[in-house]
């Protein structure tokens, strides 16, 4: 079955310090992969979009790399903020049949001061 | 400003009720979801909608039903058959219609659902 799969465990960093958020997953072949920011007891807000035939995209402190071969996602936040502390989900979509996103669990970043 | 409302915020059912989810959009999209978050965990998507007058069942689906019969709206029901209903229901919408699914999806505020 398709499985997303992203760190469970909080990521603590210090405030300046890059953020990198991972998301795998198998049994799945997206043609695109979104990732999303959500804040306790709210709904989750888009950030960045990639393509399967997109290494790489950036916008502002963002950048997320796509890597279909490893299957896997890489989200960086450059010069992290306090006010970057939220849960990351990474979602998968298909350019076919149904095209619903399909969620990771989400990682809390946790950015120190 | 344009948007997804998700009405109540906060809703208690009781053991065999069944209670009424409202979501609407005045965003233009075609295609609207529901999903289901439980503590710690990802969104699952219950049902969603790719055009008016349709809709398919997500992962999770039993125990929920819902109607489209207007593009801004789109309604869940958690039915007395959803055993363990408590949850944070999340309403999204996406902009690309049937033939596109490369948008990013809108999502409402919630609603936490205690059942009582």
């Known amino acids: 079955s398709q499985k997303i799969e992203q760190n469970s465990e909080a990521l603590n960093i210090q405030e300046g310090k890059t953020a990198t958020l991972t998301c795998n997953y198998t049994?799945?072949?997206?043609?695109?992969l979104q990732w999303y920011r959500q804040d306790p007891g709210r709904g989750p807000v888009f950030l960045l979009l990639?393509?399967?035939?997109?290494k790489e995209k950036r916008k502002e402190r963002l950048k997320v790399t796509f890597d279909t071969t490893l299957k896997q996602s890489l989200f960086h936040i450059t010069a992290s903020q306090p006010a970057d502390s939220a849960t990351y989900l990474c979602?998968?979509?298909?350019?076919?049949?149904?095209?619903?996103?399909?969620f990771g669990s989400g990682t809390r970043l946790q950015v120190q001061p | 400003d344009g948007g997804i409302t998700q009405s109540p915020k906060y809703l208690f059912r009781k053991e065999g009720q069944n209670v009424t989810l409202s979501c609407e959009q005045n965003l233009n999209h075609d295609a609207m979801y529901w999903y289901r978050q439980d503590p710690g965990q990802g969104l699952r998507l219950i049902y969603y909608?790719?055009?008016?007058?349709?809709?398919q069942k997500g992962d999770i689906a039993e125990g929920y039903s819902v109607s489209r019969e207007k593009k801004e709206s789109f309604p869940l029901t958690v039915t007395s058959a959803q055993k363990n209903p408590t949850a944070f229901y999340l309403c999204?919408?996406?902009?690309?219609?049937?033939?596109?699914?490369?948008?990013?999806?809108?999502f409402g505020q919630g609603t936490r659902l205690t059942v009582v």
């Open positions: 990639i393509r399967e035939n997109e």
């Open positions: 999204a919408s996406t902009g690309g219609g049937a033939s596109l699914g490369n948008t990013e999806a809108f």
């Open positions: 909608s790719q055009i008016v007058n349709d809709f």
């Open positions: 979602a998968l979509q298909k350019d076919t049949g149904r095209r619903a996103l399909t």
């Open positions: 049994n799945y072949s997206p043609a695109y």
